[in-house]
């Protein structure tokens, strides 16, 4: 397999440059008044196969905002299907024709020319079949508020991580292993990368050489519908069964010991619901608001 993917420096960088009709102040969530919701430019997209892409967009007043790796924003693209907004209905300032998406950022805190989002294409979903039409340069809604909870922040620097992602779930952990590769944020970091078919799996050329060179991070993918005569010597079937404790102590040589160790999920609810009651047993505990130091974090996709 190979994605094309390369986590080198950002093609696209340089001054940026309002379009005509929009906002200079920056912070304008495109021209509502004229119709036009857009704020933002893609300024690349990178496909990995036909279902699975990494967009990259473009503030057109303003650079990338600061965010922490694990957070999402929104992007947004007009439903041609929807009817124009009544401009004597306060609902358009809303902008009711947009279609509205959350997506984790996969770029790094640090580029400020864009912001990066590995996107999966959802047959018959509705955002996905508009955001598959769009070519470098074409406009776009991204939202300047960011948001969410699911990162490292409160997490003791020199745990263990491991960190569990289905499909498009890896993104926020590529951007948490570049952002903080290097600080002494972890002890060992385990990523289990669970795919339907090897050629789903991203991010896998960039993570097998930083597991190679780095003796901290350990790259564990898998996959589920590969034919059994595949050219793939790696794991197969869902990542719970990596989880199962001796199991991940035999591929990893890390333990799952509540006491060292924190769990991040991210994609599939099901997933995320089946793993956690798996690491309940374990004695992790789920962090909310009642349990701040809870060692399992998650971030659901649907
Ligand atoms: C906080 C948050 C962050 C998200 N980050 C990402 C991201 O980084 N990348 C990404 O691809 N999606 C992400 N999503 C999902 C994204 O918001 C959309 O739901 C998705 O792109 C489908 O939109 P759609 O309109 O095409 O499909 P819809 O018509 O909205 O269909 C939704 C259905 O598609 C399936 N689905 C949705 N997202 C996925 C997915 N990622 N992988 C597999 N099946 C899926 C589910 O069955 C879901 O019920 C995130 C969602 C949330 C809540
Ligand atoms: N991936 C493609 O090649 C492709 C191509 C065209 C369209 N699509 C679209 O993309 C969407 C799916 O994308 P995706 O493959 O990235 O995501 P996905 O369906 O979430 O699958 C990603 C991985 O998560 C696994 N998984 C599902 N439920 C799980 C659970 N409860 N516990 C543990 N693992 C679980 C899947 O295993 P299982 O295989 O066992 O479900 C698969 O290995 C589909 O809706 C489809 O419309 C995908």
């Given at each position: 397999?190979?994605?094309?993917?390369?986590?080198?420096?950002?093609?696209?960088?340089?001054?940026?440059?309002?379009?005509?009709?929009?906002?200079?102040?920056?912070?304008?969530?495109?021209?509502?008044?004229?119709?036009?919701?857009?704020?933002?430019?893609?300024?690349?997209?990178?496909?990995?196969?036909?279902?699975?892409?990494?967009?990259?967009?473009?503030?057109?007043?303003?650079?990338?905002?600061?965010?922490?790796?694990?957070?999402?924003?929104?992007?947004?693209?007009?439903?041609?299907d929807?009817?124009?907004?009544n401009?004597?209905?306060?609902?358009?300032?809303?902008?009711?024709?947009?279609?509205?998406?959350?997506?984790?950022?996969?770029?790094?805190?640090?580029?400020?020319s864009?912001?990066?989002?590995?996107?999966?294409?959802?047959?018959?979903?509705?955002?996905?079949?508009?955001?598959?039409?769009?070519?470098p340069?074409?406009?776009?809604?991204?939202?300047?508020?960011?948001?969410?909870?699911?990162?490292?922040?409160?997490?003791?620097?020199?745990?263990?991580?491991?960190?569990?992602?289905?499909?498009?779930?890896?993104?926020?952990?590529?951007?948490?292993l570049?952002?903080?590769?290097?600080?002494?944020?972890?002890?060992?970091l385990?990523?289990?990368?669970?795919?339907?078919?090897?050629?789903?799996?991203?991010y896998?050329?960039?993570?097998?050489?930083?597991?190679?060179?780095?003796?901290?991070?350990?790259?564990?993918?898998?996959?589920?519908?590969?034919?059994?005569?595949?050219?793939?010597?790696?794991q197969?079937?869902?990542?719970?069964?990596?989880?199962?404790?001796?199991?991940?102590?035999?591929?990893?040589?890390?333990?799952?010991?509540?006491?060292?160790?924190?769990?991040?999920?991210c994609?599939?609810?099901?997933?995320?619901?089946?793993?956690?009651?798996?690491?309940h047993?374990?004695?992790?505990?789920?962090?909310?608001?009642?349990?701040?130091?809870?060692?399992?974090?998650?971030?659901?996709?649907?």
């Open positions: 397999m190979e994605p094309h993917y390369s986590p080198a420096k950002p093609k696209a960088e340089g001054k940026i440059v309002p379009r005509p009709g929009h906002s200079s102040s920056g912070k304008l969530d495109g021209d509502m008044t004229q119709g036009n919701p857009y704020n933002a430019t893609l300024i690349e997209r990178e496909d990995i196969n036909e279902a699975l892409a990494i967009f990259k967009v473009r503030f057109d007043s303003d650079e990338a905002p600061d965010f922490e790796p694990g957070q999402f924003t929104t992007l947004g693209l007009i439903d041609p929807a009817p124009p907004p401009p004597n209905s306060p609902a358009r300032r809303k902008g009711t024709r947009l279609i509205r998406r959350a997506y984790s950022i996969a770029s790094s805190p640090g580029i400020k864009h912001l990066a989002f590995y996107v999966v294409h959802v047959d018959d979903g509705k955002f996905t079949h508009l955001l598959w039409k769009l070519k340069g074409d406009p776009i809604f991204m939202d300047h508020k960011i948001k969410g909870t699911f990162t490292l922040d409160g997490i003791p620097d020199g745990m263990d991580l491991v960190m569990v992602g289905t499909g498009t779930g890896m993104g926020p952990f590529w951007s948490m570049n952002t903080y590769r290097n600080t002494g944020k972890w002890r060992r385990v990523l289990l990368d669970g795919c339907r078919y090897i050629q789903d799996l991203g896998y050329d960039q993570l097998t050489k930083i597991a190679d060179e780095d003796g901290s991070v350990i790259y564990l993918p898998t996959v589920t519908r590969e034919p059994g005569d595949a050219p793939w010597t790696g197969r079937g869902r990542v719970h069964g990596i989880l199962e404790p001796e199991q991940f102590n035999k591929l990893t040589g890390v333990t799952l010991d509540p006491k060292r160790c924190h769990v991040l999920l994609g599939s609810p099901q997933m995320i619901d089946q793993a956690s009651e798996n690491l047993k374990l004695g992790f505990v789920t962090q909310d608001r009642d349990r701040p130091d809870g060692n399992i974090h998650f971030e659901r996709y649907w």
